[in-house]
């Protein structure tokens, strides 16, 4: 059994859907400006693309300089363990 508050519940809700039914099909609403947003999204697609080229360019330096702060402090104590034994 419905209630008289159920039936006006579903009498809105089939209004509130006809409603947005003729406003999505309707000439007059204002559709979302499907070139803007492409040129949006092509955009995005860019900025992404040049910081992940970027990101990868760094983490390539970033490897380099670690392997040379690796390298170096062993081979410089080594030309000053030899310097000081020539010295003397």
């Known amino acids: 059994?419905?209630?008289p508050l159920d039936g006006?519940?579903?009498?809105?809700?089939?209004e509130?859907?006809?409603e947005a039914i003729r406003g999505i099909s309707?000439?007059?609403t204002t559709a979302p400006d499907?070139?803007?947003?492409?040129?949006?999204?092509?955009?995005l697609h860019e900025?992404?693309?040049h910081a992940t080229t970027l990101i990868?360019?760094?983490?390539?330096?970033?490897?380099?300089?670690e392997a040379a702060a690796k390298t170096e402090p062993a081979e410089?104590?080594?030309?000053?363990?030899?310097?000081?034994?020539?010295?003397e």
């Open 8 to 14: 006006r519940i579903r009498a809105l809700a089939r």
């Open 1 to 3: 059994m419905s209630s």
């Open 47 to 49: 900025h992404l693309h």
């Open 76 to 87: 410089s104590i080594s030309r000053r363990t030899r310097r000081k034994t020539t010295d």
């Open 26 to 28: 309707s000439p007059n």
């Open 56 to 65: 990868s360019r760094l983490e390539a330096r970033v490897d380099a300089l």
């Open 16 to 18: 509130e859907a006809a």
């Open 34 to 43: 499907t070139q803007g947003l492409q040129q949006q999204i092509t955009d």
